[in-house]
């Protein structure tokens, strides 16, 4: 596929080569007079669809229904009605599955009627390759934290000869800074892409633009900016789960630890008593009043021998063995 960057020194030339071709097979078709063109023309590939607009220049003309014909130059064929574009009140008329080369030259002839009367005769040669022009595809942005989701859709089957030699571009906007980020699409341009734009600020303002790169810089059609204000609140659907995964593990955890505590407080293990066995007070006396003898001031020592205080809390056994209990200043 043959594609021009200077589509106004190409066209020249593809006319001139048309003439040629009509005067080679002998074709009858009369070309078109550019000079008296009553008509504006526009060829788009829109949704990976051809669609050929069109529009008169005497705006005081009025038709009610157009009829659309159409030739291929290098064929000696007749004029050939196109079915969905007969007697129709729209201005524009899809030639996907008419126009299937993008090598040939096609010829086209629009009439319009009000009521029986014939009101304009336009007619103009095209070109697939140069004339052209690419509308942006549909889109839809999803912005989250740090990042935006950006949805291109395409259609569900798409015509490989409606391809052509394109590049998806997603342009990202933001602070006067612009970015183009050129995903790989792999095989044909059918069905949803999704692409991610990462390693984006939160609380900040991004918009989005999705257009197909072109050869022909005139034939590119940008889409309008999409916005979003990606929030510190507004979080993936993934880090939601794992904050709320995070908070159930620390309240098991939790609950675990408190009921062990309890569980060991109620068995015994845990500041059970709030005094100890009369045996083993006993025994703990009798060692204070051995090291008392060997200390000068006895008077001083007994006011610093108390009995255990209430709060005094050790990790002993509910049930104690009281056979086991005798203490002595030699053990």
């Given amino acids: 596929m043959l594609l021009s960057q200077n589509a106004f020194i190409v066209r020249p030339l593809n006319l001139f080569l048309m003439v040629c071709i009509s005067l080679v097979f002998g074709i009858s078709h009369d070309l078109p007079d550019y000079t008296s063109e009553s008509c504006t023309f526009k060829i788009s590939l829109r949704n990976f669809r051809s669609i050929l ?42 030639l996907t599955d008419e126009w299937r080369s993008t090598h040939e030259a096609y010829v086209t002839l629009l009439e319009g009627f009000s009521g029986n009367t014939t009101l304009s005769n336009c007619s103009r040669n095209f070109w697939l390759d140069i004339d052209m022009s690419f509308e942006p595809p549909e889109f839809e942005i999803v912005g989250f934290t740090n990042h935006i989701n950006v949805i291109v859709k395409f259609p569900s089957i798409v015509e490989e000869e409606l391809q052509f030699d394109l590049s998806l571009v997603i342009e990202e906007q933001s602070e006067g800074i612009v970015k183009k980020h050129k995903p790989t699409v792999k095989g044909n341009m059918s069905g949803n892409f999704t692409y991610i734009i990462d390693k984006l600020i939160p609380n900040t303002n991004y918009c989005v633009s999705v257009y197909f790169e072109h050869n022909d810089e005139q034939a590119v059609i940008k889409s309008p900016l999409k916005c979003t204000l990606l929030q510190p609140g507004q979080e993936s659907e993934s880090a939601e789960s794992a904050k709320v995964g995070g908070i159930i593990t620390v309240f098991l955890i939790a609950l675990v630890l408190i009921s062990t505590i309890v569980t060991l407080k109620w068995i015994g293990y845990i500041c059970l008593r709030n005094s100890l066995p009369k045996v083993l007070r006993q025994s703990l006396a009798k060692g204070w009043s051995a090291v008392a003898i060997h200390r000068r001031d006895h008077n001083a020592l007994q006011s610093e021998t108390p009995e255990l205080k209430q ?13 086991r209990a005798s203490l002595s200043p030699s053990d």
């Fill in 311 to 323: 709060s005094f809390c050790l990790s002993f056994p509910s049930s104690w063995n009281y056979k």
């Fill in 53 to 94: 607009s069109w529009e008169l220049k005497n705006h005081s003309i009025v038709a009610t229904r157009y009829t659309l014909l159409y030739t291929i130059m290098s064929k000696p064929e007749d004029w050939k009605i196109v079915k969905n574009c007969a007697n129709t009140t729209r201005s524009f008329c899809d």
